[in-house]
């Protein structure tokens, strides 16, 4: 495999100031993510605070159903003790959603191994799985090659409850037809057989979005030793009880300060990510799977659509009683994590970093610092397929991203055109034009008032001298049909929707047409913690 590396295209002002000068954000991370910062952040956290016992034994318990690979319950066995974590999420997409779901674990996996050879102890790599959401549109679709297009494909069962992931069940006889339609638009490999067994095996066992996604998971990283959990699991829940206590005693103040620091954010001219209120209780309520954010009102909880209104003594006593129908929001899942979890390093995407920039000071309120977080490793694939078109066509990669394949196939297509053609019909409707006024003004002489008659007869006229102009046109794009596929075939494969790669495809295409192997090979990458794009041809 070869690796080139580029800078980052499509980024934000606010990702890109923590990509090549973090720096800069000194005021909203107590890390930057270094070699050297990681080393001072294992050096003054004290670990010693986490129930690991407890957390080992929630995590042996949700991946039990999956299968523990032997390296894994080494890795159990070390949280138990002293390991620290390199952790990184994401939601249950279908078939693993984008490929960064992937990126995002290899780049947790890579970490970890090469902290665990520069600390000299174990650093254990963990998959934390958001099956805590409830935007079910966001994971439930992939993206297929058809008709030479690419067409979004979404599962067609929905609910009429915006349940979160973990209680967002499928009929498999649907699913088994889903998986069906994707594969039919896949090319028949040898390894197609083979993947479309394990998958529907996975559909036959499992009946929730995330408890399937977590099996391909597991299935692809079985070796790696990668631990997974889901945030909505039940057993977690309870053994978050005493923090959820702390977050709902601290409410207030904590809303407050994610308030006035997103401000600051946006003073900066970096935007409101989180989009903060002061009156924000950062806490859903759980009832039959639905989560219902609340809000603070006086001394109360309230959700008011809903009809939901706790006291802050009530809503304590649920977080002691029933923690399972408590559920994080996007300012409470870090400070959570930080609380469960030993963390050195928490690995994150462009988005998720802009959140935890609101952060600083809500975790200092709670007497921790943030982890060092380092941006996921951005990785596009090239195949031999796509490498050639780039050296027939005399293309790099950043003129893919640039636009300049699109200008490319554009000038082709003008320089093709017959323009004597198209001349020569726009003189006929120009003559046409000027004869129909003659005629109108002639019959106008005589009294005769057929205006509208004349104006539609040259209407119909020029419609049809169009649909011959067209019809030249279409037969000159079928003779370039080929020149034109070729451009857009390295548009669909490296910027897709108009952005990288890895936002737009799930691995299926790939591990149909290399195997599973290919996950083996990636994880062989040199890869680079250094805030650059790398593009791995395969």
Do not use: C
Not at 299 to 323: C, M, R, W, Y
């Amino acid at each position: 495999m070869r690796l080139e590396q580029y800078t980052q295209p499509f980024v934000s002002p606010f990702y890109k100031a923590y990509l090549e000068d973090s720096a800069s954000l000194s005021s909203f991370f107590h890390y930057e993510w270094n070699q050297e910062d990681l080393n001072k952040r294992l050096q003054e956290t004290d670990y010693s605070k986490h129930k690991r016992v407890e957390l080992a034994g929630v995590i042996t318990s949700y991946m039990d159903q999956f299968g523990i690979s032997e390296k894994s319950r080494k890795h159990i066995e070390e949280l138990k003790d002293n390991g620290v974590v390199v952790i990184g999420g994401q939601q249950a997409g279908i078939l693993t959603g984008p490929m960064y779901s992937i990126h995002k674990a290899i780049s947790v996996i890579v970490l970890a191994k090469r902290q665990r050879e520069i600390q000299g102890i174990p650093v254990i790599p963990v998959f934390w799985i958001a099956g805590e959401d409830h935007d079910i549109d966001e994971i439930n679709h992939v993206y297929i090659e058809k008709s030479r297009k690419l067409q979004k494909l979404v599962f067609p069962e929905r609910s009429k409850l915006k349940k979160i992931a973990s209680e967002t069940t499928f009929t498999k006889e649907t699913m088994l037809a889903y998986l069906e339609e994707i594969f039919k638009s896949l090319p028949e490999t040898s390894h197609t057989k083979k993947l479309y067994s394990k998958f529907t095996h996975f559909v036959e066992e499992h009946s929730n979005f995330t408890t399937f996604f977590s099996a391909i998971m597991n299935e692809l990283f079985y070796e790696e030793g990668l631990l997974m959990i889901d945030a909505a699991y039940q057993p977690l829940r309870q053994l978050e009880s005493d923090y959820f206590v702390q977050m709902i005693e601290q409410s207030s103040d904590l809303a407050g300060l994610v308030f006035q620091k997103e401000q600051q954010l946006d003073q900066l001219g970096y935007g409101s990510p989180i989009q903060a209120k002061e009156t924000a209780a950062n806490l859903f309520y759980v009832e039959d799977g639905e989560r219902f954010l609340l809000e603070r009102e006086s001394n109360s909880f309230v959700h008011e659509a809903k009809g939901i209104s706790f006291t802050k003594e009530e809503l304590i006593a649920i977080a002691k009683d029933q923690p399972e129908k408590l559920s994080n929001n996007v300012v409470t899942r870090p400070l959570m994590q930080e609380m469960v979890f030993p963390v050195l390093s928490f690995i994150g995407g462009p988005g998720e970093i802009a959140y935890w920039a609101t952060l600083k000071d809500a975790f200092q309120l709670f007497n921790m610092k943030m982890p060092v977080i380092t941006p996921r490793l951005s990785i596009s694939l090239v195949t031999p397929k796509v490498q050639s078109l780039l050296d027939k066509l005399e293309f790099s990669i950043p003129d893919v991203w640039s636009g300049e394949v699109e200008l490319s196939k554009a000038r082709m297509i003008e320089e093709n055109q017959n323009k004597d053609v198209s001349l020569f019909i726009q003189s006929i409707k120009d003559d046409l034009a000027s004869k129909y006024e003659e005629l109108n003004q002639l019959l106008k002489r005589n009294d005769i008032k057929l205006t509208s008659l004349v104006e539609k007869n040259l209407d119909f006229h020029e419609k049809q001298l169009t649909f011959m102009e067209n019809a030249v046109e279409d037969t000159i794009l079928t003779k370039l049909d080929s020149s034109i596929y070729r451009y857009d075939q390295l548009m669909i494969q490296l910027m897709p929707n108009g952005g990288l790669q890895e936002r737009t495809y799930s691995p299926i295409q790939l591990l149909n047409e290399k195997g599973q192997d290919l996950l083996v090979e990636l994880l062989q990458v040199p890869y680079e913690f250094n805030g650059k794009h790398h593009v791995v041809s395969i």
